[in-house]
């Protein structure tokens, strides 16, 4: 599956897209904030590509100038999210370079696969999170329609190693649907 927007291709990740990824995946302003590691080399950005972005609704962003890997924005279903055990639901996570921040890719990105999630995958709530302190994350959120459900104060980070104070985030499609008219 293929996804447009006006400025954006979202599109299914490619072994190719390692060095891309390696490229904005190092930084360390990107990974530690969402709750991951900057990435040490192209090698381990193939892996990440190999066994983390293969998940049935895991998307490169991509710039329809060059369609090369930016970022990533998923629909974590159903087994691969620890906010909900239903089949209806899921978890929306992304993230993306920082040559390219504040520049409205990531909202026009969440708007598209909302869409995808509400209107294709039958969702009738989606979930997001993100760590105190990440107020870009939360900005995106208020964005895109998501309202406040609830924080915990103690949420593991494995791959930091560390516990952090986490937000969560709901949309429904009922309300999704409001942010439309």
Known sequence: MILETERLILRPWRESDAESIYEYAKDPRVGPIAGWPPHKSVDESLNVIKNVFNGPECYAICLKTDNVAIGCIE???????????????????????????????????????????????????????????????????????????????????????????????????????????
């Open 75 to 181: 629909l974590k279903l159903n087994g691969h999210t620890d906010m909900t055990d239903r089949d209806d639901e899921c978890e929306l996570g992304y993230w993306i370079g920082v040559p390219f921040w504040g520049k409205g890719y990531v909202p026009e990105a969440v708007r598209k696969i909302l869409h995808h999630g509400f209107e294709d995958l039958g969702m009738t709530t989606i979930w997001c999170g993100y760590y105190d302190g990440n107020e870009r994350s939360k900005r995106v959120q208020e964005k895109c329609g998501f309202t406040y459900h609830h924080t915990c104060n103690h949420v593991s980070v494995p791959l930091m190693g560390e516990t952090r104070i986490g937000h969560t985030n709901i949309l429904t499609k009922e309300q999704w649907k409001n942010t439309l008219l």
